[in-house]
């Protein structure tokens, strides 16, 4: 891997929940790994960048999961919307594997500057929007860490 990365974890994302937090530093591995792959030489790159995407995408699905459980558990009044915006990224993401493997247009720096995009950005607004409810159920004594 390159000394510079494309994206990096900064600790201002942080849910406070360290399982979550991990699984968000994975995604940004992966897309750093994705967007290494974009700059091989075309063959090397394109196997590269298939065996990444599957593994990231199989690897959102599992962080989505425990993200939803963790909503459900504590009763999160805005699970709904949430789990809409997982479903919605998920298809997009899945259309455009799609595309890269029956050898439909794609851009893979595009695909790539996506997934850095959204998922700091989901990460960083609806991602807190949980953390913050947490943090309101602790002050109430409702839940205890």
Same mark, same amino acid.
């Given at each position: 891997? *390159?000394?510079?990365?494309?994206?990096?974890? /900064?600790?201002?994302?942080?849910?406070?929940?360290?399982?979550?937090?991990? +699984?968000?530093?994975?995604?940004? !591995?992966?897309? !750093?790994?994705? $967007?290494?792959?974009? +700059?091989?030489?075309? &063959?090397?790159?394109?196997?590269? @960048?298939? /065996?990444?995407?599957? %593994?990231?995408? &199989?690897?959102? %699905?599992?962080?989505? #999961?425990?993200? &939803?459980?963790?909503? %459900?558990?504590?009763?999160? *009044?805005?699970?709904?919307?949430?789990?809409?915006?997982?479903?919605?990224?998920?298809?997009?993401?899945?259309? /455009?594997?799609? #595309? @890269?493997? #029956?050898?439909?247009?794609?851009? *893979? !720096?595009?695909?790539?500057?996506?997934?850095? /995009?959204?998922?700091?950005?989901?990460?960083?607004? #609806?991602? +807190?929007?949980?953390?913050? $409810?947490?943090?309101?159920?602790?002050? +109430?004594?409702?839940?205890?860490?």
């Amino acid at each position: 891997m *390159p000394d510079e990365l494309f994206v990096r974890w /900064d600790d201002h994302y942080s849910v406070g929940i360290p399982a979550i937090d991990s +699984q968000h530093k994975e995604l940004l !591995n992966l897309t !750093n790994e994705l $967007y290494d792959a974009c +700059q091989l030489g075309d &063959e090397a790159a394109r196997s590269y @960048f298939r /065996d990444i995407i599957h %593994k990231a995408v &199989e690897y959102a %699905k599992f962080h989505f #999961s425990a993200e &939803e459980q963790i909503m %459900k558990r504590i009763k999160f *009044p805005e699970i709904a919307e949430h789990k809409k915006e997982h479903r919605s990224f998920v298809r997009r993401v899945l259309a /455009d594997v799609e #595309s @890269f493997e #029956s050898g439909k247009l794609f851009v *893979p !720096n595009t695909f790539v500057r996506f997934l850095k /995009d959204w998922i700091l950005t989901h990460v960083a607004m #609806s991602d +807190q929007k949980y953390h913050s $409810y947490i943090i309101k159920l602790k002050k +109430q004594g409702a839940i205890v860490t």
